[in-house]
Nanobody, 124 residues
């Protein structure tokens, strides 16, 4: 099993940037498709993007394309979510998730392993 811990959240003004980290332990991240989700109160967890197991191929929800970038550092066993041009509607708790399948999985129900979440607040 893999354990995931997010860090890097915080408060930023609209137009600013933040980078979230998801540090993994127990297994190497290269064994997993790694995804980022976000959630606001009263809403379901929303898919943000992923990086596929075994490659650097990434997929993103339309609302973050061109602004967010997912990458991984296998040596540090860490996945990153670089968020630029942030908007108030990006405010949410952000979660990283892992699944061993090499598929484009956009439903939270597909992922067995989750971090504890990191709060991102974007002020207008």
């Amino acid at each position: 099993q893999v354990q995931l811990v997010e860090s890097g959240g915080g408060l930023v003004q609209a137009g600013g940037s933040l980078r979230l980290s998801c540090a993994a332990s127990g297994r190497t991240i290269s064994s997993y498709t790694m995804a980022w989700f976000r959630q606001t109160p009263g809403k379901e967890r929303e898919f943000v993007g992923l990086i596929l197991r075994g490659s650097d191929s990434t997929w993103y929800v339309d609302s973050v394309k061109g602004r967010f970038t997912i990458s991984r550092d296998n040596a540090k066993n860490t996945v990153y979510l670089q968020m630029n041009s942030l908007r108030p509607e990006d405010t949410a708790v952000y979660y990283c998730a892992a699944d061993y399948r090499q598929n484009i999985l956009t439903s939270a129900a597909e992922y067995a392993y989750w971090g504890q979440g990191a709060q991102v607040t974007v002020s207008s």
